[in-house]
């Protein structure tokens, strides 16, 4: 009887000291923890009633976690047949029955595509009139798979039926001191966001400090503001003693999941917030700064150089603007926010101007902001740093949405050989919901 006590008491004592080693894992798996949130390298605390979330770089994705992407549609042609020939796509979006609608700037109209990519109307031409465009075309998603085709050089937005019948317009000309600078449509309201510019001179200056982020109706009426977010001053000065401000910080914005994530790039550090204005949470990453270096210059100054030659301008002028320009000593510490699959944030990283060839230099923007890299970094809806995610294509003008099987789709567009303009959907795999 001794004996069965003491090894009675001998299991007890083993089961009690396995318990205590297995109960961090059974507290995990009760509260919904994953083993990558085990693993998550940074802190989270909350400050009055703001999550803060502090990264330090290690990725919570190990090996084979990170997102595949395979191509799935293609539509786009070099020759052949006109309704799948495209001359300058700026807009595309995927409709819930699989559809893909794109808009093309130079020959004014939006193509409707079934999911095979089988053209399957047209809308639109070229003019002023009801139903015809002028130019660049923004494409965004409303209720019922209504279209907002958004005519920027005629200055109004086409309201267009899912099945490609032109139902009206509104006018989107600048007023009361702002212009639009660029559309998002809200999934989670089926209403539309619009950033709004001060024009300088125009507003007071307190206000011109200042760009509006305001969520409007999808006939155009304004319903409330979201978000002030600061403006960045690029050029100062005056006449002849303006100067060119290289690569200054400016600020950026997304909508997730019915949230607004802000962020201004001069520092890693994403804003959070709900549309009443309350900060949710604040999320940084910890990185060194990617410095701007005398080699950067010199790739820049070689191909203004370049450019003056083509265009017939002196060596003197050439030399003139060059001494306009003032360089920031670091590049910004990102290129632009995303909002990603399955409540994710991707954040482009930037490519330094040493690392460009001389036909990847543009030849107009690139005075005022840096290129994005091809990859990107991946944060989960809690903030919490995953790793880096390399997208096939930059995303220009693209959307992630779900098939009727569940499986996370982007579409975007492309250039292939010789420069064509394709529009591309592609299925993403390893998202873990």
């Not at 009361?176 to 449509?185: E, F, L, N, P, Q």
């Not at 539309?192 to 125009?202: K, W």
Request: hydrophobic content about 40%; overall charge negative; glycine content about 10%.
């Amino acid at each position: 009887m001794a004996r069965y006590r003491s090894q009675r008491h001998l299991i007890v004592r083993l089961i009690a000291g396995m318990s205590i080693l297995l109960l961090p894992l059974i507290v995990a798996a009760c509260s919904g923890r994953t083993d990558a949130a085990v693993r998550f390298d940074g802190t989270m605390r909350d400050s009055a009633g703001v999550v803060l979330v502090e990264n330090h770089g290690t990725p919570m994705w190990r090996e084979g976690d990170v997102w595949t992407f395979t191509r799935r549609l293609r539509i786009g042609v070099a020759d052949g047949d006109s309704t799948c020939m495209f001359g300058r796509l700026t807009g595309n979006v995927t409709l819930s029955d699989g559809r893909v609608v794109v808009g093309d700037a130079q020959y004014h109209n939006v193509r409707f595509f079934s999911p095979e990519g089988v053209h399957l109307s047209t809308q639109g031409r070229e003019g002023a009139g009801p139903g015809e465009y002028g130019g660049f075309i923004d494409l965004l998603l409303g209720p019922g798979d209504t279209i907002l085709a958004v005519d920027r050089r005629n200055r109004r937005a086409n309201v267009v039926s899912p099945d490609g019948k032109w139902l009206g317009s509104f006018p989107t000309a600048p007023s009361k001191g702002y212009w639009i600078a660029s559309w998002d449509d809200d999934e989670t309201t089926s209403q539309i966001v619009s950033l709004m510019r001060p024009i300088r001179g125009e507003v007071a200056p307190e206000d011109n400090r200042f760009q509006l982020l305001i969520r409007r109706d999808f006939q155009g009426a304004f319903l409330d503001t979201l978000a002030w977010l600061p403006t960045t001053a690029f050029v100062t000065g005056e006449g002849d003693a303006q100067l060119v401000h290289l690569y200054r910080g400016e600020s950026h914005y997304d909508l997730c999941d019915g949230m607004i994530v802000t962020g201004h790039s001069d520092e890693f550090r994403l804003v959070w917030q709900r549309p009443d204005g309350t900060v949710e949470r604040i999320v940084k990453l910890d990185r060194e700064p990617l410095a701007f270096t005398e080699e950067d210059q010199a790739t820049l100054h070689r191909r203004i150089d370049a450019m003056a030659q083509e265009t017939g301008v002196t060596r003197e002028e050439a030399a003139e603007f060059k001494s306009r320009f003032r360089y920031e000593s670091t590049y910004p510490a990102y290129r632009q926010l995303l909002c990603g699959p399955a409540g994710t944030l991707l954040v482009q990283r930037i490519r330094p101007l040493r690392e460009l060839s001389e036909e990847e230099l543009p030849s107009s923007w690139l005075w005022r902001v840096p290129l994005g890299a091809d990859e990107w970094d991946v944060f989960d809806r809690e903030g919490r740093y995953l790793g880096v995610a390399p997208l096939p294509i930059p995303p220009h003008r693209h959307a992630f949405t779900r098939d009727p099987s569940g499986a996370w789709l982007m579409s975007g567009l492309e250039r292939g050989e010789f420069d064509v303009p394709y529009a591309g959907v592609w299925q993403i795999e390893g998202i873990k919901q």
